[in-house]
Each structure stands twice: as C-alpha cells, then as structure tokens.
C-alpha cells in the first residue's frame, strides 16, 4: 500500500470509530430516558422517598444518608405540591473518572401547583439493571421563566 494513504486510511478508521462510539452513546441514553421518566414520575406522584431509596445505587446512598434523601423529597413536596405534568428536556451520556462506565444524566421539567422545577436524573445501567447514582432539583416559580442551569 501507498505510505500517503496509510494517514488517510487511519484518519478514515478514527472517525467510523467515533461515529460507532457516539451511535452507542445514543443509544444509551434513549434505552434510559424511560427510566428516567418513570423515576421522576414514580417519586413526584406522591413525594415518596421510598421509592428513590428503592431504586439508588450503593454509592449514592453511601454519600447520602437516608435522612439526607427524605428531607430533600420533603422539601420538595413543600416547594412544588402536587405535580400536573413533567416533560423530559435533555440527556446525555458521560464518561467518569470517579464511577467506571458511562452514566446517563437527564433534565426533566415538572409543573407543580405551586412552583415549576427541573429534576436532574443521573443513572448508571450495571448488568440489565438502571440505578439512579444522583436525584437535584432546581426550582423557580411558575412565571420566573428560567431554564435549567
């Protein structure tokens, strides 16, 4: 083979590679938006902690006490109320340094009685099962008109 299209060749090889890499990244985070979306819903319903602690990996609730999590969905219910719709916005698909493996993170928006909020989702699928690595919420009130940070 001609050494100028050893470059070319090699130059073509990367990029399938990185095409190949970022379809698999996609798809990633298509198979977890589900989840995502039945997380938020399944927590937001009736502001259950249960039913985060059910589904949070280890390491999330090694770096955040059960009573941390129960707080933090209380305070929710207080800022938001009952919750009319949600609607996921965003994800994406991220490599860690500090968790091996790709996570998922995904913004979704619920409109509540009193306040409008934007949940952040952060999953990890381990085997066949998804496991939530992280649950924030941003709140602002209905007529702030503020996007998500």
């Not at 949600?86 to 928006?109: F, R, S």
């Amino acid at each position: 083979m001609n050494k100028l299209y050893r470059p070319w060749l090699l130059a073509v090889l990367i990029a399938a590679a990185a095409a190949c890499s970022q379809g698999s990244d996609y798809s990633l985070m298509k198979e977890g938006e589900p989840y995502a979306e039945a997380i938020v819903r399944e927590v937001s319903q009736d502001w259950n902690a249960d039913k985060l602690i059910a589904k949070a990996d280890p390491r999330m609730l090694n770096a955040f006490p059960e009573a941390d999590i129960r707080k933090m969905i209380a305070d929710c219910a207080n800022a938001l109320g009952s919750v009319k719709s949600q609607k996921t916005l965003a994800g994406q698909v991220n490599v860690e340094t500090a968790i091996p493996g790709k996570t998922t993170l995904y913004v979704v928006e619920l409109n509540g009685e009193k306040a409008n909020a934007w949940v952040r989702v952060k999953l990890q699928k381990i085997d066949t099962e998804w496991k939530v690595l992280g649950f924030w919420l941003q709140s602002q009130p209905p007529s702030s008109g503020a996007k998500p940070q």
